[in-house]
């Protein structure tokens, strides 16, 4: 049927193209019909001649073109026939292919079914196990209903538990973060880090680890624990040694022969030792009971405070640098007091004997009219002050009363400025010296207000320089004039003594040459 058809339309086209080829041929005879001129005309006449010559040419060709057409069919059908054969291979490779195409596509079609089967299968798996899911989810639904109900009929007194565990936690983390029991037990800070934290509930088994800590911190706290462990010294590395625990009030080691105290890092978590030395007699206590040859150590009950303000302990000079320049100056004025104060004792200590006695065997001598011997014998002890001014008094028994206590009276001035000296310096130097330590104070605090003005009052340390400055001239001036007022007074005392002493003697003298005086005068007056 096709190659019917396709002959058919072949046939059709070869007669439209023979019919428009001659179609030109006559065509040029329609206008002259158009126009209606007819032959036997002027016009007609012009134009027959080559009309006829055109005809004439027209029916040549086709008379040729009739001659040509069996050749023209022949070479027209031999292309058509290679024109099927070509089409009816083209048919058998085309049923070839529908052959094979189909094949593939009934092997896809039943994979396509197995595999729709299969799915078909996990399908029916699949929704019952979603409604088993289903029924599961309802059921734990119905059993958190009704454990929320539960739960809210109980929450006041979860509330309270909770709150009693997270505090009972807090005062927990509060004693371990610088406990020395802690260094043996690491664990629990993490522990109650858990409790402490806001958004986790506390469980059973976290009370349970809270309990834990109390009663080991209660048991570590009575008890006295030596063992060997690793601790930081005070290079800041680790090193093993000897540790000893007493309760949770102190902890010492000892490492190579060296004893110290230590302290607990919380940061690191390890014991530390406390940097400094401590005096000697606590660290031969400690070395003994360490050698088990003591039962008694010293306890410092503040957790070691005590111990590491003694390791800490500043030097002398320290403490005078801290004070500014102006404690030399009063160091100066403490020293040159000193020195005063040492030759005062040692000269009005040289003065020391029993007048009351030296008078008493002058009065003796007088009264038995020795006077030259009473002169040796006041010679003799001429260190005395007393002994001098009575000296001076002898030398004028042949004078009036006048003179006599004139001469006693110029030799007590005599006595009185060796006697005074350096005690109205002492008393200058015991007013300088607070005076001194007051400027301290004010140039301390002057420099105190303005760090503060530069910095502000952030930090504390940059204004310790002018408080340690205020406060150390003034106890060190306090510290020095305080003394020298005492000595002082001492010495002022020990001057008026021996004043009043050669006074008293003195007036004694004169009564006894008074006494004594008009015999004597007779004696000389009888001899002479």
């Not at 509930?201 to 008890?223: A, N, T, W």
């Not at 005078?320 to 040692?346: K, T």
Request: proline share 3%; with cysteine; aromatic share 6%.
């Amino acid at each position: 049927m096709a190659l019917i058809k396709v002959k058919t339309e072949s046939t059709v086209k070869i007669q439209s193209q023979r019919s428009r080829k001659a179609q030109p041929i006559f065509s040029s005879f329609r206008p002259l019909a158009r126009r209606g001129l007819r032959p036997g005309g002027v016009a007609t006449h012009k134009l027959v001649q080559p009309c006829w010559f055109i005809l004439k040419v027209s029916l040549v060709v086709s008379v040729l073109l009739i001659a040509f057409r069996p050749m023209a069919v022949r070479a027209e059908a031999d292309r058509w026939k290679t024109v099927v054969n070509q089409i009816d291979q083209e048919v058998l490779q085309a049923k070839q292919d529908a052959r094979v195409t189909g094949a593939i596509i009934k092997n896809e079609k039943k994979e396509l079914l197995a595999r729709l089967d299969s799915l078909k299968t996990t399908v029916n798996a699949s929704q019952k196990d979603v409604e088993k899911l289903r029924a599961n989810f309802e059921d734990l639904r119905k059993k958190e209903e009704g454990m929320r109900t539960e739960l809210e009929a109980q929450e006041e007194e979860i509330h309270t538990l909770e709150g009693t565990v997270r505090s009972a936690a807090k005062d927990a983390d509060k004693f371990i973060r610088n406990s020395f029991i802690t260094a043996e037990y690491p664990a629990r800070t993490t522990t109650i880090e858990l409790l402490t934290y806001q958004e986790r509930f506390p469980g059973l088994q976290d009370i349970r680890s809270l309990v834990d800590i109390f009663f080991e911190q209660m048991k570590g706290s009575g008890e006295i624990r030596k063992r060997t462990g690793k601790l930081i010294n005070d290079r800041g590395d680790e090193v093993e040694g000897e540790i000893l625990r007493i309760g949770d009030f102190m902890a010492l080691y000892r490492v190579d022969g060296s004893i110290g105290c230590l302290k607990y890092d919380e940061r690191s978590g390890r014991l530390v030792c406390i940097p400094g030395k401590l005096p000697w007699l606590t660290r031969r206590a400690f070395r003994k009971y360490f050698d088990g040859k003591s039962d008694h150590l010293p306890l410092d009950l503040s957790g070691g405070a005590v111990f590491r303000h003694l390791t800490h302990r500043r030097t002398v000079m320290d403490w005078l640098q801290s004070g500014g320049l102006l404690v030399w100056p009063i160091l100066l004025i403490g020293l040159v007091a000193l020195i005063l104060i040492v030759e005062r004792l040692f000269f009005l200590g040289h003065f020391k004997g029993n007048t009351d006695e030296i008078m008493t065997r002058v009065d003796t001598m007088i009264t038995k009219g020795l006077w030259e011997e009473c002169k040796a014998f006041c010679s003799a002890h001429s260190r005395i002050p007393t002994c001098r001014v009575l000296r001076a008094g002898l030398e004028n028994i042949d004078m009036s009363r006048e003179v006599i206590e004139n001469a006693l009276q110029e030799s007590i001035m005599i006595e009185l400025p060796c006697i005074e000296r350096f005690l109205p310096t002492l008393s200058v130097m015991a007013a300088i010296a607070p005076l001194l330590g007051l400027l301290g104070t004010v140039t301390g605090m002057i420099n105190t207000f303005q760090v503060i003005t530069q910095f502000g009052t952030s930090d504390p340390r940059m204004m310790s320089g002018g408080i340690s400055e205020a406060l150390i001239t003034t106890q060190l001036g306090l510290a020095v004039a305080i003394p020298i007022l005492l000595m002082h007074h001492f010495l002022e005392r020990r001057a008026d003594k021996v004043i009043s002493d050669m006074e008293e003697k003195g007036t004694a003298l004169t009564v006894t040459i008074l006494k004594n005086g008009k015999e004597h005068a007779k004696v000389v007056h009888h001899v002479a």
